[in-house]
């Protein structure tokens, strides 16, 4: 039997991304941990089952030397992940896989242990809630879950069967007393995060004869029973001894507020203790030194409608004796550094703490010096590439850290990095780097007031004055954020594949370029960041290998706002795709999940003024509105109104037969990002078709799985 070329291109395409089945194969690198003495370095990767409609998860052993091939340690249908060194070089993980020593039991996600020395992993704990994290203290023993109880439980024992009743009655409704009720995707409640210490128990048949690698059960020790909801999306660090617990703690203020405080948890009482805690400020826990004396503290000014947050780092000094409860003295680190800084760990001498933050198209990794009187809060940048740094772990002699990096040309890869030289060495990978034709270049123009407007292009090979390609203007989320590390959801090598450039700009409000160029479109989202995309668009338009005359805009979130702020302000585009997008401020801002910060950040005044569904009069290109109903973030309502108003409001209505050149992609079991693979498959088909029909003037088929 003869293949046909679409069956070809399917099973040996061009590269991944010219076939939607083999990019949604390429497995995917997240998280990173280093054994106590530097010998094994672990990484989780994802890679998609059989079926093509979920990925599963599995740890793999990366060679710090980068001599060895990287080799997987963990493998089963459920998948593994949060893999974390004990002090002892032992290795957890949770899992859901079943537990072959209690193959009747139901599958939950739990705690298993890996052996320094190999062997086969093992259950050591399980609960009814599942465990959700594991921590453990560098220098000791202490092992550490963070898990999740029914408010009203009184222990593990009550926890089970008020679950078990739940499910037997298949019960859902939760009742609140509290804000917020809702979180990105997830429903809050009745379930509370709380923060176990994990602790031997008692054998459960003392003297009994059994093998050598018998132990005695692991129990648990409620930390934080009494933190509500305080625990809920918290940042949690362990001190290296592990005596002392340091975390993020949500404050409930009046009027349905609230603001991060930061805490500490003495290990051996459970005491909670605030030591930060100041009006119009969040405090997050960054690493803690290796003597167990300091802390670095992450503050987050709250935003007002006339002033952006502001991000800075701090010492605290937590030793015995130096706390003041809820107002103890900071210490200024790096203020006069003018980025956003995410501090990642102290070298092993506390001399310095290495930090990531984005800069200019990047997300470089830094040193701040701890000691000497020139060298304290000197920051220098340590990676010279243009790439995106995340897990910076530190060798134990100080000399070297791995992390992961990325960029718009490759995905996740474990990376050595010399803390003396900065020279970057790619470790040997669990697979290797996917392939694209085209090009990446950056490019730039300067705004009406001065202002650097920076942005990536991808352009698709072949592209020149004889052949120009079409443009796509892609506008990021956030709006804090940047285009400067790879992502699998808006990937621009699958439509470079198809022939179009890829515009990526860095408009007003997006971070790696100072306080300024934030404080630039903070409160005017209508205004210099559109006037931005729109002058990187002219300059790029200028290009003789760009096909001026089809062009389209899209975006995510915020970048979908945008979206719809372009599609009621200009006609100069195609064709626009807006996806989990903002449209009607008045309607958002009390319903999406966050309203507290939402509406401190815009006067109901200012919404209405950067508000795009006041504009859909003017709207007079095709949209392609796509939205997920389990989106908390931009709940659907948005979606809705905006379908709506399109096909009753736009100069492009519904016709008398119901017919219009507007689309709704619509995903009822979807969040903000439409994660499933099946889905994502569908997005990319129906934007390809979307874009094809109104810049191409080519009517690609939609994908068959819709049934149409």
Same mark, same amino acid.
């Given at each position: 039997?003869?293949?046909?070329?679409?069956?070809?291109?399917?099973?040996?395409?061009?590269?991944?991304?010219?076939?939607?089945?083999?990019?949604?194969?390429?497995?995917?690198?997240?998280?990173?941990?280093?054994?106590?003495?530097?010998?094994?370095?672990?990484?989780?990767?994802?890679?998609?089952?059989?079926?093509?409609?979920?990925?599963?998860?599995?740890?793999?052993?990366?060679?710090?030397?980068?001599?060895?091939?990287?080799?997987?340690?963990?493998?089963?249908?459920?998948?593994?992940?949060?893999?974390?060194?004990?002090?002892?070089?032992?290795?957890?993980?949770?899992?859901?896989?079943?537990?072959?020593?209690?193959?009747?039991?139901?599958?939950?996600?739990?705690?298993?242990?890996?052996?320094?020395?190999?062997?086969?992993?093992?259950?050591?704990?399980?609960?009814?809630?599942?465990?959700?994290?594991?921590?453990?203290?560098?220098?000791?023993?202490?092992?550490?879950?963070?898990?999740?109880?029914?408010?009203?439980?009184?222990?593990?024992?009550?926890?089970?069967?008020?679950?078990?009743?739940?499910?037997?009655?298949?019960?859902?409704?939760?009742?609140?007393?509290?804000?917020?009720?809702?979180?990105?995707?997830?429903?809050?409640?009745?379930?509370?995060?709380?923060?176990?210490?994990?602790?031997?128990?008692?054998?459960?048949?003392?003297?009994?004869?059994?093998?050598?690698?018998?132990?005695?059960?692991?129990?648990?020790?409620?930390?934080?029973?009494?933190?509500?909801?305080?625990?809920?999306?918290?940042?949690?660090?362990?001190?290296?001894?592990?005596?002392?617990?340091?975390?993020?703690?949500?404050?409930?203020?009046?009027?349905?507020?609230?603001?991060?405080?930061?805490?500490?948890?003495?290990?051996?009482?459970?005491?909670?203790? &605030?030591?930060?805690?100041?009006?119009?400020?969040?405090?997050?826990?960054?690493?803690?030194?290796?003597?167990?004396?300091?802390?670095? &503290?992450?503050?987050?000014?709250?935003?007002?409608?006339?002033?952006?947050?502001?991000?800075?780092?701090?010492?605290?000094?937590?030793?015995?004796?130096?706390?003041?409860?809820?107002?103890?003295?900071?210490?200024?680190?790096?203020?006069?550094?003018?980025?956003?800084?995410?501090?990642?760990?102290?070298?092993?001498?506390?001399?310095?703490?290495?930090?990531?933050?984005?800069?200019?198209?990047?997300?470089?990794?830094?040193?701040?010096?701890?000691?000497?009187?020139?060298?304290?809060?000197?920051?220098?940048?340590?990676?010279?590439?243009?790439?995106?740094?995340?897990?910076?772990?530190?060798?134990?002699?100080?000399?070297?850290?791995?992390?992961?990096?990325?960029?718009?040309?490759?995905?996740?890869?474990?990376?050595?990095?010399?803390?003396?030289?900065?020279?970057?060495?790619?470790?040997?990978?669990?697979?290797?780097?996917?392939?694209?034709?085209?090009?990446?270049?950056?490019?730039?123009?300067?705004?009406?007031?001065?202002?650097?407007?920076?942005?990536?292009?991808?352009?698709?090979?072949?592209?020149?004055?004889?052949?120009?390609?079409?443009?796509?203007?892609?506008?990021?989320?956030?709006?804090?954020?940047?285009?400067?590390?790879?992502?699998?959801?808006?990937?621009?090598?699958?439509?470079?594949?198809?022939?179009?450039?890829?515009?990526?700009?860095?408009?007003?409000?997006?971070?790696?370029?100072?306080?300024?160029?934030?404080?630039?479109?903070?409160?005017?989202?209508?205004?210099?960041?559109?006037?931005?995309?729109?002058?990187?668009?002219?300059?790029?338009?200028?290009?003789?290998?760009?096909?001026?005359?089809?062009?389209?805009?899209?975006?995510?979130?915020?970048?979908?706002?945008?979206?719809?702020?372009?599609?009621?302000?200009?006609?100069?585009?195609?064709?626009?795709?807006?996806?989990?997008?903002?449209?009607?401020?008045?309607?958002?801002?009390?319903?999406?999940?966050?309203?507290?910060?939402?509406?401190?950040?815009?006067?109901?005044?200012?919404?209405?003024?950067?508000?795009?569904?006041?504009?859909?009069?003017?709207?007079?290109?095709?949209?392609?509105?796509?939205?997920?109903?389990?989106?908390?973030?931009?709940?659907?309502?948005?979606?809705?109104?905006?379908?709506?108003?399109?096909?009753?409001?736009?100069?492009?209505?519904?016709?008398?037969?119901?017919?219009?050149?507007?689309?709704?992609?619509?995903?009822?079991?979807?969040?903000?990002?439409?994660?499933?693979?099946?889905?994502?498959? &569908?997005?990319?088909?129906?934007?390809?078709?979307?874009?094809?029909?109104?810049?191409?003037?080519?009517?690609?088929?939609?994908?068959?799985?819709?049934?149409?």
């Amino acid at each position: 039997m003869v293949a046909t070329d679409s069956e070809t291109l399917s099973e040996h395409p061009e590269t991944p991304f010219h076939d939607l089945d083999h990019y949604l194969a390429i497995p995917k690198v997240s998280g990173l941990a280093l054994s106590p003495d530097g010998g094994r370095l672990v990484t989780t990767v994802a890679t998609l089952n059989d079926a093509g409609t979920e990925y599963r998860t599995a740890v793999w052993e990366v060679d710090p030397e980068g001599r060895k091939p990287a080799r997987r340690i963990t493998r089963s249908a459920k998948g593994e992940a949060g893999a974390v060194f004990a002090a002892n070089g032992d290795l957890y993980f949770s899992s859901a896989r079943p537990d072959p020593e209690n193959p009747e039991g139901d599958p939950l996600n739990a705690l298993w242990l890996l052996p320094a020395d190999g062997g086969e992993a093992r259950v050591v704990l399980s609960r009814a809630g599942g465990v959700n994290g594991v921590l453990a203290a560098k220098e000791s023993g202490a092992l550490f879950v963070a898990a999740s109880v029914l408010a009203g439980s009184a222990d593990e024992d009550d926890d089970a069967e008020r679950r078990k009743a739940r499910q037997d009655n298949k019960v859902a409704a939760i009742l609140h007393s509290g804000y917020p009720v809702r979180y990105w995707d997830a429903d809050l409640g009745p379930a509370q995060p709380r923060l176990f210490a994990v602790e031997p128990g008692a054998e459960k048949k003392p003297g009994k004869p059994a093998t050598i690698d018998a132990a005695a059960p692991l129990k648990l020790r409620n930390l934080t029973p009494d933190a509500g909801s305080g625990l809920r999306d918290a940042n949690s660090v362990i001190s290296p001894d592990g005596a002392t617990i340091y975390s993020s703690f949500n404050k409930a203020l009046a009027n349905a507020d609230s603001r991060s405080v930061l805490v500490k948890i003495d290990v051996a009482t459970g005491v909670r203790t &605030v030591l930060l805690d100041t009006d119009g400020m969040s405090y997050f826990p960054g690493p803690v030194s290796p003597d167990n004396r300091t802390i670095v &503290v992450v503050s987050e000014s709250d935003a007002t409608p006339d002033d952006a947050p502001q991000v800075r780092l701090h010492l605290l000094d937590v030793s015995a004796g130096a706390e003041t409860a809820g107002d103890a003295p900071l210490t200024p680190l790096a203020h006069d550094w003018d980025l956003w800084p995410r501090p990642e760990a102290w070298l092993p001498d506390g001399s310095a703490i290495l930090v990531t933050a984005d800069e200019d198209g990047a997300c470089p990794v830094f040193r701040i010096g701890m000691t000497g009187d020139k060298a304290a809060g000197q920051v220098s940048r340590l990676t010279a590439d243009a790439a995106a740094y995340t897990d910076v772990v530190p060798s134990p002699d100080g000399g070297t850290a791995y992390a992961l990096r990325s960029s718009y040309e490759f995905p996740a890869e474990a990376v050595r990095i010399d803390l003396a030289t900065g020279n970057v060495v790619r470790l040997p990978a669990p697979a290797e780097r996917p392939r694209y034709n085209g090009s990446l270049e950056r490019v730039e123009t300067t705004a009406a007031d001065g202002s650097r407007v920076p942005a990536y292009l991808a352009l698709p090979e072949g592209a020149s004055a004889g052949n120009p390609a079409p443009l796509l203007l892609w506008i990021h989320g956030g709006p804090l954020g940047s285009w400067n590390a790879w992502t699998w959801r808006w990937n621009p090598w699958l439509l470079v594949a198809r022939g179009y450039a890829v515009l990526l700009p860095d408009p007003a409000l997006s971070t790696g370029y100072g306080q300024h160029h934030i404080q630039r479109g903070w409160g005017g989202w209508g205004k210099a960041p559109f006037t931005d995309l729109m002058a990187i668009t002219d300059a790029v338009e200028q290009r003789p290998d760009i096909d001026e005359t089809r062009t389209a805009a899209m975006g995510g979130s915020f970048g979908g706002y945008m979206a719809n702020w372009v599609a009621g302000h200009t006609d100069r585009f195609k064709a626009i795709v807006t996806h989990a997008s903002l449209w009607a401020l008045d309607q958002f801002g009390p319903t999406t999940d966050s309203a507290q910060y939402w509406l401190k950040e815009m006067t109901p005044e200012m919404a209405l003024e950067n508000s795009p569904h006041l504009h859909v009069g003017n709207i007079s290109t095709p949209m392609l509105v796509i939205h997920g109903d389990k989106d908390y973030r931009v709940p659907i309502g948005e979606g809705l109104r905006l379908w709506y108003e399109l096909l009753a409001k736009s100069q492009l209505p519904a016709d008398e037969n119901g017919e219009t050149d507007h689309r709704f992609l619509y995903f009822p079991d979807e969040n903000h990002w439409v994660l499933h693979p099946q889905h994502a498959k &569908v997005w990319y088909g129906v934007v390809e078709h979307f874009l094809a029909r109104n810049l191409l003037d080519k009517d690609l088929p939609v994908p068959a799985e819709l049934g149409l």
